[in-house]
């Protein structure tokens, strides 16, 4: 069993129905799943919402459904901590987020097979801090 963090994007109309498919699929599978309080407020999913002094680097994958700039978010809230990011693209250009919505639980089955197997690479990136 994994624990699984989700973190979505509050104006996406379609944010909710996809933080609850997402958690749907994840708990059908035996993977603790929760929402980021912030998120889970803003998008009326307060059942979802994580605990008090949860974490997300206390999760073993966060997904993140929003765009370039929700991902660049759970980046931050991850604040270093080695987890693995799973972006479902739910804004338009999709630099950092290659998952469609559509193929976004196909993408968590393959995640999973692959962990299983140690198949998946994790694409390390950059990150900067700067202060102007």
């Keep these: 069993m994994s624990v ?8 996406r109309a379609d944010a909710p129905r996809l933080v609850r498919e997402a958690a749907t699929w994840l708990t059908d599978h035996d993977h603790e799943t ?68 559509e193929d976004m639980i196909a993408a968590l089955r393959r995640y999973f097979e692959g962990a299983e197997r140690g198949r998946w690479v994790i694409d390390d990136r950059m990150m900067l801090d700067v202060t102007v």
């Design 34 to 101: 929760w929402v980021h309080p912030d998120d889970a407020a803003a998008i009326g999913l307060d059942e979802l919402a994580a605990g008090d002094g949860r974490s997300l680097s206390d999760a073993d994958l966060v997904l993140s459904l929003g765009g370039d700039g929700t991902m660049l978010r759970t980046v931050r809230l991850l604040d270093g901590a080695p987890v693995p990011i799973l972006g479902v693209k739910l804004g338009w250009l999709g630099y950092l987020t290659e998952v469609e919505p």
């Design 4 to 11: 699984v963090a989700i973190v979505a994007h509050h104006e």
